[in-house]
């Protein structure tokens, strides 16, 4: 009987054990349920007023755009498209101006690197 009393007493004292366990393990999951849901609302509080500007800055800027004469803005807008541009009109413009002489500094940097700087085809190339 001693044997019996003590294998019963040890399961007994495992199943203690395991809802001891299970219930400390429940604990620690709501704490931790807890912890993140006031991250999330701490996060959600911080990002607030870029939020609001987000939901109104498109508003803001199609009435910018449109301004007191929207007719006029926007005709002057589809005016200057790239396809309706002439090239006199395209190479006024600083994007053109600025890739046009970064282009030229990269051909006369690796003209000057191979030792090309003032030779006839470079300057035919320029």
Known sequence: ????????????????ASLIGSSQASSAAKDAA?????????????????????QTAGANALALALGPQPTQYLTQAAANMPGQMTQAQLEATPG?????DQGLKA?????????????GASLKGA
Request: net charge positive; no cysteine; charged share 5%.
């Open 1 to 16: 009987m001693g044997l019996g009393a003590a294998v019963i007493g040890a399961g007994a004292l495992s199943a203690g």
């Open 34 to 54: 807890n912890a993140q849901l006031q991250m999330y609302q701490q996060t959600s509080a911080n990002l607030l007023p870029y939020n609001a500007l987000g």
């Open 96 to 100: 053109y101006q600025f890739a046009r």
């Open 107 to 119: 051909v006369q940097s690796s003209a000057a690197a191979r030792g090309l700087g003032v030779s």
